[in-house]
């Protein structure tokens, strides 16, 4: 059996989707023949944790927590926040920009954490990984960015061992959603170190294509070769058995975070037209929202006329979260029509395919995930804009709940092919081939 280092920083105890990917990866790959040896933070300033992802490593893992110095305790203690290091409610929206404090926080971000907050784990990161590709005899890397920190880490062990690397992204790199506004130099550099990674990197495996048009689009000179895209999925075996009866109400559920652009706006509004024309009253229907929401989603919400209606869970374990979504009618997805949203296809989606539950997506014509959404047969997408659409589309699925038809008509066949156990195994296939 070969042995891979595995460089991440979401990792358990760590939380959120991005956690899930590397995970599944480490959980799989060996019964494709190769041992994962892991490489996270000891210390690390997660959005969300989640504890009982622990008890899903694998026992005969070998994890090497290594020390990384977080700059957002800092930061906290000037914005007078508290709570996690990046909230929903530490995103780039007009009201959180304001002031000098959030102009100050934003300077230093945009030019001095190049490519992120987390490169001061280089420091220890890369020593530590040098050390455990001698003493595991390792034969491959694998880097999960973001953070992308994480890809420098991978490029400097690379060209110090030697040894072929995976440079996965789960999402674009400069100029993407996330990404801070920076002044022509960090931004400059950014761009360099971005294009370093592309340009060393054995492979470059990405979670959705968006992120090789992204990387081809910006530097053309880039071997298309070298891009390998290997879906998202999910994994039935974390599906836990729920014996609760049918919902008595017409149940809509989302899960996930919700801040800025990707909010529930046009959906309420959609929710409160079906209310005036009599076809929903308020107690017919359960909005269930399972996860971590800003501060103007809250008031959004609190604003419908469904507020009653509202069930606002809040973050829970990913087992806990998956529960909700097998109790739902509905599986509620949002995805904002900024152009650059029209590729990105979020993990949580097939954790919602795998349900076999009826999925109402809000998301872009001719977009990854309206095309995933159709291919699978899932349910129905409506762009996020057209409330008249999303109308129709929550009254058609509500009157056949009536009627105790079927919501969807899901195609197993497609779907199952998205199990994460196949993603690991693509994985894989990929290091085998360049250690050949």
């Excluded at 926080?105 to 990984?129: C, H, N, S």
């Excluded at 294509?209 to 081809?216: C, E, N, R, Y």
Aim: charged share 20%.
């Amino acid at each position: 059996m070969k042995t891979v280092l595995v460089v991440a920083y979401h990792f358990p105890p760590g939380g959120g989707p991005g956690v899930q990917r590397v995970l599944k990866h480490v959980t799989y790959l060996r019964e494709a023949g190769w041992r994962p040896v892991v490489l996270t933070v000891e210390n690390g300033d997660f959005p969300a944790r989640d504890e009982s992802l622990l008890a899903r490593i694998p026992a005969d893992v070998t994890v090497i927590r290594v020390p990384i110095l977080e700059p957002y305790g800092l930061y906290r203690s000037l914005m007078g926040a508290k709570g996690a290091a990046i909230d929903v409610n530490v995103n780039k929206t007009e009201q959180q920009r304001s002031g000098w404090k959030a102009a100050v926080a934003e300077f230093i971000r945009a030019t001095f954490f190049i490519p992120d907050a987390r490169v001061g784990w280089m420091l220890t990161a890369v020593r530590a990984g040098m050390k455990a590709i001698a003493e595991h005899n390792v034969d491959a890397i694998y880097s999960s960015a973001p953070p992308y920190t994480c890809a420098l880490i991978g490029r400097a062990l690379h060209k110090r061992s030697g040894l072929p690397w995976v440079a996965g992204f789960r999402d674009p790199w400069t100029g993407f959603l996330t990404t801070p506004t920076r002044w022509w130099l960090p931004a400059w550099i950014d761009r360099r170190l971005e294009r370093s990674v592309f340009a060393n990197a054995s492979a470059v495996e990405v979670a959705w294509q968006g992120i090789t048009d992204d990387a081809l689009r910006k530097y053309p000179s880039l071997d298309p070769s070298t891009f390998v895209h290997i879906p998202n999925g999910y994994d039935s075996a974390d599906f836990p058995v729920v014996t609760d009866p049918p919902p008595a109400q017409f149940t809509i559920t989302y899960t996930g975070s919700l801040y800025g652009r990707r909010n529930p706006a046009t959906f309420l509004e959609a929710l409160a037209l079906l209310e005036r024309r009599g076809v929903l009253r308020t107690s017919d229907v359960v909005l269930r929202f399972v996860g971590r929401f800003g501060q103007d989603v809250l008031d959004m919400m609190a604003a419908s006329p469904f507020a009653d209606s509202i069930h606002n869970v809040g973050y829970v374990p990913h087992h806990e979260s998956i529960a909700w979504l097998l109790r739902s009618n509905v599986l509620l997805l949002i995805v904002d029509e900024a152009p650059e949203s029209a590729a990105i296809v979020p993990g949580k989606v097939y954790e919602y395919l795998g349900t076999k539950r009826a999925v109402l997506a809000l998301a872009p014509h001719g977009s990854a995930i309206a095309e995933l959404v159709q291919q699978t047969q899932a349910g129905i997408s409506v762009p996020q804009s057209d409330v008249e659409g999303i109308a129709n589309a929550i009254a058609a699925m509500f009157d056949r709940w009536k009627q105790g038809l079927p919501l969807a008509q899901p195609h197993s066949g497609a779907i199952e092919q998205y199990e994460r156990k196949h993603a690991a195994f693509q994985l894989a296939q990929l290091l085998t081939t360049l250690t050949s």
